[in-house]
């Protein structure tokens, strides 16, 4: 909705503030789209295609303008979000199986390595 408005509610943001909102409302949407897909590169890119698509729509809208700088930072943000919600996920099944959550090189524990 916020796209499609001549002015946005507040005060204008100019740069760098502009930017670090598209960096941030981006961080928001790559972390859920990450957590709801559980497949951060597929979440990154459905996120920059959703970018790309609200920059060239407000090149149409009156009173906005687009600009590939502001699609950067919306890739930066769900960039991020997406590695975060990856993150998370991995942590998240690695308590569910009962692992350290290390990763395939962990180390055994104490009790799988000196049986027998």
């Known amino acids: ?16 503030l502009d930017w670090a909102a598209h960096f941030l409302s981006y961080l928001a949407l790559g972390y859920a789209l990450g957590r709801a897909t559980g497949r951060p590169t597929l979440a990154w890119l459905l996120a920059a295609w959703w970018g790309a698509g609200d920059e060239i729509h407000q090149a149409f809208v009156p009173g906005r ?6 699609w950067w930072f919306d890739l930066a943000g ?21 692992r350290s959550g290390e990763g395939p090189g962990a180390r055994e524990t104490w009790q799988d390595g000196n049986r027998g």
């Open 1 to 16: 909705m916020l796209s499609s408005s001549a002015d946005t509610p507040g005060p204008p943001l100019h740069h760098p």
């Open 78 to 98: 769900s960039g991020l979000g997406t590695w975060l919600a990856g993150r998370a996920c991995l942590k998240r099944s690695a308590r569910r199986s009962g």
């Open 65 to 70: 303008e687009a600009g590939i700088t502001d």
